[in-house]
């Protein structure tokens, strides 16, 4: 299966926020940026206006936008911000609301025990997967976790099983989720069913909606 990463967007549903919200869901270089303004995607050129919202400028991790002359600056995969307010509003921890981009990949950009990751949703994997590299690069100290023997596509491979202490999108939390650490670099970290069986899964179309069970 080919991995694309172009054009992807996700965000998490805000609820009943008063006042107008936007979030950052990417950038195209530092020219564009992918914007949820009021639960819409976007594609926001640096120095137009949107629905109000203008850019002001982007990059790979963060945007600055400014509504009436109140300059706010959007991190990647944060909850959506309130532009009537001075803090986030959040969805409670309990919704994830996934675009899928070309390919038909959804993804989404979020935190294995603090450590910044990029997710990429796979329905058919048992647990989160993790690249080698992802996992020393978090600091995930996964050679002290369970060495067992899988079979692949590839052959059979070793890889540690790990339990992760926290999975974060945006500000929806799990606890204590299995993983298994391949002896390989990966694009980004398959999330499996150890995390997606927290939720009840929605897809209509071209969006996927994850609602906590528990």
Partial sequence: MRLVAAGLSVFLWAGSAA????????????SKALLVIDGKPRTVAVGTTVQGVRLVSTGPQESVVEVEGKRVVLQLGAAQMNLGDSEPV???GRRIVLSAGLGGHFMAPG???GGTVQFMVDTGATVIAIGESDAARIGLKYRDGQRSMVSTANGTVAVYRVTLSSVRIGDVLVHNVEA???????PYVLLGNS??????????NDVMTLDRRF
Avoid at 19 to 30: C, F, H
Avoid at 195 to 204: A, Y
Wanted: charged share 5%.
């Fill in 19 to 30: 006042g107008q919200s936007v979030s950052m869901s990417g950038s195209l270089g530092s």
């Fill in 90 to 92: 959040t969805s409670g």
């Fill in 111 to 113: 935190s294995i025990n």
């Fill in 180 to 186: 298994a650490v391949v002896p390989s670099s990966m």
């Fill in 195 to 204: 995390f997606l069986g927290h939720f009840q899964m929605t897809r209509n």
